[in-house]
């Protein structure tokens, strides 16, 4: 996170991490698609080659706070493909906050496995403890053959921690419920590390309140 | 601090951000883009980074400009008018006028929620107006009218309307030279940051493993020292113990009377159990150590049973003891070391054997099953998933254990009751090494028991992976 006095602005970073073609961009630009234009500003994407992410994609959300605050939500994805490590290590680096995107189909799972753990190691090698990093997971392409049921997820859901959400990121089902997760994780963990509500008078609830009610919308209508 | 980067101005990569427009936008291209709006609709440009900076000036010098600073009055009035727009950071497009009645647009450059500089449109006379402004001719008394008039003519004429029109198309314009300009300088810098990168994790690993290297050069050393130092010094001179005592059991020097041969035959069997228990020793510390090779195979778990029953056998048959072999048909094929399974499996069927009474039973079983690891329960939901595996069970209808005691039977040296090691020998390793081994397997191991009614143990070992 980044927080400028002078200016009242703090600056939040969160990253979609996940495996290839797990539909990590996808995800972001379902957002860029469904949040007005004042709030979202352009997708960036950086450098790809037949379709795949090889820097990463970047989109800026802007959100007014009260008292003049403003926040700025940076999102950005990795890339998937398993030669991109380096590049994926400094992409999470300063990350406040991190969406795993996984894929559905049962055929994926190793490949889950391997990215998750790949996550975990670069969040330790850029100094971020895996245990109490705002974490959520996302299934995604629910709509596919030859995926894991609901009811198998909600089972295995329980065992660990982290919220899991379940999305189709091409129709843009689940994406801005993934986001609000995310956003809410990992503001309330930014708050009682910086005491941002005694320092800006920003106050948790009311926050992101006001930011699940610009979005909320955008997900009902994507439904 | 790491988290907390306050913001020193510059580029932050970690963040994609600018703070200034000049540390993105290439200057030559922003003054063309002036200068062709200049040209296009008769306007002056001026562009301004966040901090005050100049970066592009398309513009004309007005006659009435020119005119009013033949004056000191007209001068220092439109100095004090035109620095108030210089000076002026609004966080909204606002219009500001000077003695002349012309106006200025000026307009924050906003990228990704942030001002990074502001765009000046005008000076300008906004159409509606019609009469030259009185405070115009009474800046300075030397001023004359008709001058005046005849310059502010040439001045350009804007209706409102069109003027924000034409700010609206600057600003579209100007946002997306900076998106352009960010994205090929964000490019460029995670090239060279990430082939950066991709050398350290080089470096780094490449210095990690010749570490590695010369500490397990070091370290087998001292293994291979510490091994041969041990069966040397200790087996040789037992070697010879149990040799000479064989040969006296055997009467080679002569014959023993009766508590002669009692005590021999102690000598012998003692040497026995030392010899077994350095050689459990052996096993433990090189388990204990991790270099104790595993070297997994694909192994039938059918097979693997019938070979280890048939051993215990003859054994079961002296007690009269029932060996029950029940294996489920169709079980995956485990991936283990043949030789460290069978020392599993023989170790728990020994036991079974020996503390079950004459003519109980002992049932030895194979089932599929399934595991799941991953226990921390961080992820659960993406590693905790169900694996193939097959349980092993060794059960027994002999003495049994309390249940208190269960959680220490794999802890070295332990024994349930200390004098069972008299009474039924052993050495006290045997379960501790079983459960290291069956760790190094990647299983697990499960007991249950109750006192008078035997002894389970199951040990379930995941399915073989395909591929290298």
Known sequence: MQIDFKAREITVKLVYYGPALSGKTTNLQAIHKLVAADTAGRLMTLETRDDRTLFFDLLPLTFAGSGGI????????????????????????????????????????????????NMQENLKENAIDPVTHPLVIQFNKRDLPGVRTDEELDRLAQKGREP?????????????????????????????????????????????ADVRERLGLCGEAAQ | MSDLALKSGGLDLS?????RLDEVVDREALRDVCRSFFELFNLSVRVFSADGTLLADA????????????????????????????????????????????????????????????????????????????ALLKADPALEPEKVRDALASMPRVRRATAERVAAHLRGILDLLVFSSHRAHLTSEMH???????????????????????????LDQLKSNFLATVSHELRTPLTSIIGYSEMLEAGIAGDLNEEQFD????????????????????????????????????????????DVAKTFEPAARKKEIDLIVAVAPGLPRIGADPVRVKQILSNL?????????KGGHVVLAANEAEMEDGADGLGAVLLALPR?????????????????????????????????????????????????????????????????????????????????
């Open chain 2, 388 to 468: 193939r595996a097959v349980a092993f069970a060794v059960r027994d209808s002999g003495i049994g254990m309390p249940s208190g005691e269960l959680s220490r039977i794999f802890d070295a040296f332990y024994q349930v009751d200390g004098s069972s090691t008299r009474e039924h020998g052993g050495t006290g390793l045997g379960l501790s090494i079983v459960k290291r081994l069956v760790d190094a397997h990647g299983g697990t191991i499960d007991v249950q028991s109750a006192l008078g009614e035997g002894t389970s143990f199951t040990v379930t070992l995941p399915e073989a992976e395909d591929g290298p």
């Open chain 2, 15 to 19: 963040l994609g951000d600018i703070v």
């Open chain 2, 349 to 357: 069927v020994e036991n079974a054997v020996k503390f079950t009474p």
């Open chain 1, 164 to 208: 899991v959400y379940k999305a189709v990121a091409l129709r843009g089902t689940g994406v801005i419920e993934t986001f609000l997760g995310l956003t809410d994780l990992t503001w309330r963990h930014l708050e009682a590390k910086h005491q941002l509500k005694e320092k800006f008078g920003l106050d948790p609830d009311v926050f992101l």
């Open chain 2, 59 to 134: 513009h004309e010098e007005q006659s009435i400009h020119a005119y009013l600073r033949t004056t000191q009055g007209g001068e220092r009035a439109l100095r004090e008018d035109q620095d108030a727009v210089i000076r002026a950071t609004p966080s909204a497009p606002v219009q500001l006028g000077e003695i002349t009645g012309a106006v200025y647009d000026v307009v924050p450059i906003v990228y990704h929620g942030r001002r990074v500089g502001r765009f000046v449109l005008g000076p300008y006379l906004p159409a509606e107006m019609k009469e030259v402004p009185k």
């Open chain 1, 70 to 117: 403003q926040v700025r939500f940076k999102l950005f994805t990795v890339p998937g493909q398993v030669i991109h490590n380096a590049t994926r290590r400094l992409v999470l680096q300063g990350a406040d906050g991190t969406a795993f995107i996984a894929d559905s189909q049962i055929a994926e799972t190793r490949a889950n496995q391997q990215a998750f753990l």
């Open chain 2, 263 to 306: 005590f021999v035959r102690t000598i012998h069997t003692k040497g026995d159990q030392l010899l077994a228990l350095i050689t459990s020793l052996l096993d433990l510390s090189k388990l204990e150590q991790g270099v104790m090779r595993i070297e997994p195979e694909q192994l039938d778990p059918a097979e693997l049973v019938t």
């Open chain 2, 192 to 218: 060279v940051a990430s082939v950066r990168e991709g050398y350290r994790e080089l470096a780094e690993k490449t210095s990690k493993l010749q570490a590695a290297y010369d500490r397990l050069k070091e």
